[in-house]
């Protein structure tokens, strides 16, 4: 309960917790491993060029180089690798 406390506050003042010893390190590769399994379905990111609403948005590596994987609930996850995806 402590911990909890300190994460809530944490996020309160500064916008983010660490929450040291949160996964085990055979939980991290596994979901690693399961990531990686995704790798086609991670987007590039991007970059809105123009103005207000006349514009576009662009993948830039240039700019912004990272990708991002979206979840959203909806991915396909095998019943035993239910890491982070709440939908499975």
């Given amino acids: 309960a402590r911990a909890v406390a300190a ?51 662009l993948s830039v590596p240039a700019v912004r180089s990272d990708r991002i994987f979206w979840v959203c609930g909806e991915h396909r996850t095998a019943p035993g690798s239910k890491l982070w995806d709440s939908a499975g």
């Fill in 7 to 57: 994460a809530v506050a944490a996020l309160d003042s500064c916008g983010y917790a660490i929450c040291d010893s949160f996964a085990s390190p055979d939980e991290i590769e596994r979901l690693a491993t399961e990531l990686s399994e995704y790798d086609e379905e991670f987007e590039l990111s991007k970059i809105w060029v123009g103005k207000e609403a006349a514009g576009t948005q």
